[in-house]
């Protein structure tokens, strides 16, 4: 199937730094991707309007000033709010990682309870160890997640570098995010089970929580970087997989990528 049709917008600037593997995710899955400054979509250069997938990337927006991902998605709420309430009607696809997630939290469109929009829910705190991580960690999926990005994924190893990647929210948003099956990735063990203590926790999030989805499964948030694991040789293991197995065609991160242009084509265009 071609998939040029799909187009993807990977928002840029002000400290943000992963437009370029971001980019690479997408179009590796022969979609369309435009790298746009913050500013020229606030200042009406481009619309949302002319895009699919809505891409908030990895990085230090603004610094991380007043917290992580919060000025970003503060001039994001009060600029382009009405622009992204039709994206999401229009049930179109969205993704944050890393500073992404933490910008979606802030905006309130995960994990957006009940579709609740625009109201924060949920946040990603300091990691526990007071301490900025850069490591690799395994998460296990949700398979009762309606999640449009994790369709077939299980079990996979993916690499982080946060300092505020902590999940954190009211105990009643988060008993509801639970039950509605919201709760996307986790961080597990390398036996599967799920990682409680530090490091395969890597910064104390609360029920392990890596990763979350609005109700519909379409806007998704994670603090792990799957965008940095698009070949197998980006993988630190790479050498002991080569003797015991053939190396995949692709790094384990490119299915969140492909899952979600595959979406759009099916569903969308």
Known sequence: MDYKDVKVLVITGFGLNC?????????????????????DILDGQR???EFHILAFIGGFSFGDHLGAGTVFANRVKFRLREQLEQFVKAGKLIIGICNGFQTLT?????PALGENYFTQEAALDHNDSGLFRDDWVYLKA?????????????????????GEGKFVAHESELAAIEANNQV???????????AIEFPA??????????GICDPTGRIFGLMPHPEAFLSPYNSPHWEKDTREAK??????????????????AENLI
């Open 19 to 39: 437009e370029k593997e971001t980019t690479a995710a997408f179009e590796n899955c022969g979609a369309e991707v435009a790298q746009v400054h913050l500013n």
């Open 106 to 110: 802030r905006l309130g469109l995960v």
């Open 201 to 210: 926790n890597p910064n104390g999030s609360l029920n392990s929580i890596a």
């Open 184 to 194: 996307v990735f986790r961080y597990a063990n390398s036996d599967e089970s799920v």
């Open 47 to 49: 619309s949302l309007e």
């Open 247 to 264: 190396l995949p065609a692709e790094g384990a991160g490119q299915k969140i990528f492909r899952n979600a242009v595959e979406f759009v």
């Open 142 to 162: 949700n398979s009762d997640s309606p999640c449009v990005f994790t369709k077939d994924i299980d079990f996979v190893h993916y690499p982080i570098r946060h």
